[in-house]
């Protein structure tokens, strides 16, 4: 198993940047596809980002205002620790923000795809 906690989320301006981390328990965390998602209020919980294992496959949210270009995951197994860095952040990106992982080389860009879930930051740009 593995456990998740999330931080750095907050409230920042149109623009601005927030590098969101994830850091998991456990020593077998380089054996964990991991994702980013996030759901706003009223809305469905939204696939961001995710990354392979070892992180040399990422994938992003690329349907219309795209997070791609402006949001980067990354993964460093040395730390156990996945991050999303997220600049020109738009009001619509205010959402809580969560990591999870799968146990599997790959990562995948649905909900159910994923076995274990952290709690959720909360990321607000203000307009």
């Known amino acids: 198993q593995v456990q998740l906690v999330e931080s750095g989320g907050g409230l920042v301006q149109t623009g601005g940047s927030l590098r969101l981390s994830c850091a998991a328990s456990g020593r077998t965390f380089s054996m964990y596809a991991m994702g980013w998602f996030r759901q706003a209020p009223g809305k469905v919980q939204e696939f961001v980002a995710a990354?392979?294992?070892?992180?040399?496959?990422?994938?992003?949210?690329d349907y219309t205002d795209s997070v791609k270009g402006r949001f980067t995951i990354s993964k460093d197994n040395t730390k156990n620790t996945l991050y999303l860095q997220m600049n020109s952040l738009k009001p619509e990106d205010t959402a809580v923000y969560y990591c999870?992982?799968?146990?599997?080389?790959?990562?995948?860009?649905?909900?159910?795809?994923?076995?274990?879930w952290g709690q959720g930051t909360q990321v607000t740009v203000s307009s």
């Open positions: 999870a992982a799968r146990p599997y080389a790959l990562a995948v860009r649905t909900v159910n795809g994923y076995n274990y």
């Open positions: 990354i392979s294992w070892i992180g040399t496959n990422t994938y992003y949210e």
